[in-house]
């Protein structure tokens, strides 16, 4: 189960816009492919709409939308906190202001009282409570203009209108699934998931370290006095330098997985980006043999700048210099001259 404790805390120490924009950031991060587009309407003027998601073309009539409405209490959200809200959906879906929703959701950091969620679920004694409400609730706050009355020509569109589309979004909801996004880290401070550094560097596995500890072997064996090099017959220093290469390989294998595991994106792909970049000037320089050559690159590698807000706090030294071995792997890379 999620635990949501600490960013509730972060979370009530905002405001109603950082609350929408937090929403905004959600959807447009992990459901941007639900909406063919979506907008931010919080605001004098939304008539209701604060965070809306466009499924089929705005411009076309009757499109299908959802909306999000943004409420940043301190409390859990009642039916007379937001009964202003279902009047402004009557009032401007009846006046062809725009379609009724599909889907209507509120979202609020302390969620819904168990009172209002079990009313969203009982469409009969919702439209029945507005009705009983209108006039004092919500006649005087729909706009600021004036005062709509409950008339019969409004009594039998509310009738007639379908309160099987609302729902609540629960917190817990939108924090598990930012958690594998950089909107954790850009809200939180944090990463969600700590990351695990190797405890020690495995037993050489040929089956995924053959192609860069095979240039390692080749840029020794072009320097070695004791001629071509092997696992078995490695002398110092070249045994130092093999030991310190594999141990930056599996550092940043497990940078690999850890972003695998909280990003949706590849990040490792944008950290290759950065020390391809950092070292491209030292491999078009000239070196007097490919160990220096390589010693060169690993130590440019190791002072490159990591200017990602999220990335920066998490790629180490080892993991810089260990991110080219990996290339060697892919085949971006190569020591030898």
Known sequence: MYRMGKPLATIMTWDDDTWEEFI?????????????????????????????????DPHIKNYIWHNYQCKFYSKRLSFSDVADEFGKLIFFTKNGDFPTPEKYY???PKDLSTTFSELLRNPSLLKNKILNVWEEA????????????????????????????????????????????????????????????????????????????????????EVSPAGKMNLTNLIPPYSNHFKGCRDDFYFASSLSRYIRDSFVEDNFKILKRYITSSIESEIYKK???????????????????????????????PDKKGICHHMINDGDLQWKI
Request: charged letters at 20%; glycine letters at 4%; one cysteine or more.
């Open 24 to 56: 905004h950031d959600w959807l447009t991060e992990c459901h941007t492919v639900k909406y063919i587009t979506h907008e931010r309407l919080g605001g004098a003027g939304d008539k209701g709409r604060d965070i809306v998601g466009f499924i089929t």
């Open 138 to 221: 919500i006649s005087k706050k729909i706009t600021s203009t004036q005062t709509i009355p409950l008339t019969q020509d409004l009594i039998d569109y509310i009738n007639n209108f379908n309160f099987d589309i609302f729902y609540s979004l629960p917190l817990s909801k939108v924090l598990s699934e930012i958690t594998k996004t950089p909107l954790y880290f850009k809200y939180f401070n944090e990463m969600f998931y700590a990351r695990d550094f190797p405890e020690f560097t495995p037993t050489y596995d040929p089956s995924i370290e053959s192609v860069y500890v095979g240039q390692l072997l080749d840029v020794y064996s």
């Open 106 to 108: 509120f979202v609020a």
């Open 287 to 317: 070196h007097s043999n490919s160990f220096d050559r390589c010693n060169e690159i690993l130590r440019q590698a190791s002072l490159t700048t990591i200017s990602h807000p999220v990335l920066s706090k998490i790629c180490e030294v």
